[in-house]
């Protein structure tokens, strides 16, 4: 943050007043502290509002409606439940007046499953409601956006609004982005890897869109809050909000559009320097062309989810363990072959792999690579057949890293740069060399759990992973794991990492903690769950049920 700060403070000219870095590092502290651990959708907005040095110094109280970890820093941000809330503060904020942000509640509200009612904003306003009531109301705001995937960011780290209105220049905000993008805020989306980015603001799209374009991350805009709208376009917009939420890919969908002179003036002095000329409405210039395949669907019965208890466990629905024991038991691949023929083939790769692993070297990681490939029925096997010593050499270093626990994300990278080896190719290939914690992911497989659905408190249904799926042909008959555009497969290799391991490593211990065994066709035996039993068995069952 420093450094940004200090290419930040040569940018301003004297007579400027920069907002003091402790309050962007408290901001971003708030943004943190609120960041869903899966993100699916970032709102991104311009920035929070000016915070002086003294009102930095201000310390947000402890009380019985907020968490008790949160942050206590003061910042003229949403998230900050400080802020409009002069009696939680320690020492209360004369002047400039601790207003609120009340459109930016009112979004954060539309996003909830309470929030289709306009009438729902009354929660979260002074006007409406005693603080204690409204206090819970925001965190439980707050809570379901975490558990749904909403993250708010802003643009620029620093403040481009001073709490009375006032804003910097056109070109300072421009470079206050751009710095902040360099430095932080392209990290920070890269790493939240989500499915969709709104952008909240005309002036914001028109400098980041391009960025998040090269990102290969889908994108779209909505109005900057307070903008005029008639009754019906806010319903509109609140509308479109929610679609987002359930589906982030409908961020591509335009906006209501609509023209509005905005006449703003300057404002003297060492503050901000509001400047500007008349502007229309949200361009629709920015939608993005082409139909993407579904991310999910409900081909899944009913009874079949998951649910995650406050503590954070994992709980299984009766009818995903009937699916799961049954899909395991009678699994095959290929389809041809009988179960018990099928269950016996996985077992010798399994052999196989472990005494090449035990003995590995240039050679015998070709030979892992080649036993994987021709299982999983690549059609571009004879390229690993014939691979060069180049590339036997990266297969080597590669398989050498999936059997680290620090390095699994290198080997999958280095994996799937070889010619003729895909994500998909390089999953499988760990799943033999690490069978008892890897497992593998395709198309079936990722289309399940895209569309297994996660149930979190009140909150609205979720899904318990989020891989990107794009079509296989032009035709748009048959959708397929993304992984060919390379900001797209380090999304969806940072979800096979972060979010579908651990999840299938979670679901095969609940199943071993209800005392559920799975039979093993070839061995005749019952034994415990592992990733890669529970990957094997929502695979069948979508290659033989679910949509293509």
């Known amino acids: 943050m420093e450094q ?4 930040l403070r040569h940018s301003f000219s004297a007579g400027i007043e920069m907002e003091p870095i402790e309050s962007i590092v408290a901001a971003q502290g708030h943004r943190d502290f609120w960041r869903p651990a899966h993100v699916r959708l970032i709102l991104l907005a311009e920035s929070h509002i000016f915070t002086a040095g003294k009102e930095a110094e201000r310390v947000v109280r402890t009380n019985p409606a907020i ?17 409009g809330e002069n009696e939680l503060l320690d020492e209360p904020i004369a002047a400039p007046r601790n207003g609120a942000c009340p459109e930016f509640w009112k979004i954060f509200n539309a996003c909830t499953a309470a929030g289709a009612d306009p009438a729902s904003d009354g929660r979260v306003l002074r006007s409406r409601t005693r603080q204690t009531a409204r206090l819970r109301a925001k965190v439980g705001i707050l809570r379901e ?15 481009v609004y001073s709490p009375g209105g006032g804003r910097l220049s056109d070109g300072l905000i421009k470079t206050a982005i751009e710095l902040s993008w360099r430095h932080h805020v392209r990290a920070f989306v890269q790493n939240a890897s989500p499915e969709g980015v709104l952008v909240i603001g005309h002036g914001v799209w028109n400098i980041v869109s391009p960025w998040l374009r090269d990102l290969g991350i889908p994108v779209g805009a909505t109005f900057q809050p307070g ?5 019906e376009q806010r319903i509109a917009a609140r509308a479109r909000l929610r679609r987002c939420v359930e589906n982030p890919l409908a961020v591509r969908t335009p906006p209501v559009v609509v023209d509005r002179p905005v006449q703003r003036h300057p404002l003297q002095g060492n503050r901000m320097t509001l400047t500007g000329e008349w502007r229309n409405g949200m361009p629709e210039a920015h939608t993005i062309t082409g139909a993407s395949p579904p991310q999910y669907t409900d081909d899944l019965p009913g009874n079949v989810y998951v649910r995650r208890s406050r503590e954070g466990r994992l709980q299984l629905s009766e009818g995903l363990v009937d699916l799961l024991r049954s899909s395991r038991d009678n699994y095959a691949w290929p389809f041809a072959n009988t179960t018990a023929q099928s269950q016996q083939e996985i077992i010798d790769i399994e052999r196989s792999v472990g005494e090449w692993m035990n003995r590995l070297s240039v050679e015998t990681a070709h030979q892992i690579v080649i036993r994987v490939s021709k299982w999983a029925g690549n059609r571009r096997h004879k390229s690993v057949v014939n691979a060069d010593d180049g590339a036997k050499g990266e ?18 990278d280095k994996l799937s740069k070889v010619r003729g080896i895909s994500l998909v ?4 290939v760990y799943r033999f060399c690490a069978p008892r914690v890897g497992a593998a992911v395709d198309r079936h497989a990722s289309y399940f759990f895209n569309s297994l659905r996660l149930m979190s408190g009140n909150a609205s249904p979720a899904r318990s992973t989020h891989f990107r799926r794009e079509w296989v042909d032009g035709r748009h008959r048959k959708s397929r794991l993304a992984t060919f555009s390379p900001a797209v497969f380090i999304a969806n290799r940072t979800k096979y990492t972060a979010s579908y391991l651990p999840l299938l490593g979670e679901i095969g211990s609940a199943l071993d903690s209800a005392g559920v065994q799975l039979t093993c066709a070839a061995l005749g035996g019952q034994r415990t769950w592992t990733p890669a039993d529970v990957e094997m068995a929502a695979f069948y069952w979508w290659a033989q049920n679910g949509s293509k």
């Open 67 to 83: 968490p008790a970890d949160v942050p206590t820093g003061f910042a003229r941000l949403v998230y900050c439940l400080g802020y």
């Open 227 to 231: 903008a005029w709208r008639t009754r």
């Open 145 to 159: 956006l975490q558990a749904t995937g909403v993250w708010l960011l802003d643009a620029s780290l620093t403040a």
């Open 4 to 7: 940004f700060y200090e290419e």
């Open 395 to 412: 297969m080597f270093e590669a398989v050498r890293l999936l059997a680290g626990e620090d390095t699994l994300s290198a080997g999958l």
């Open 425 to 428: 190719i390089a999953t499988k």
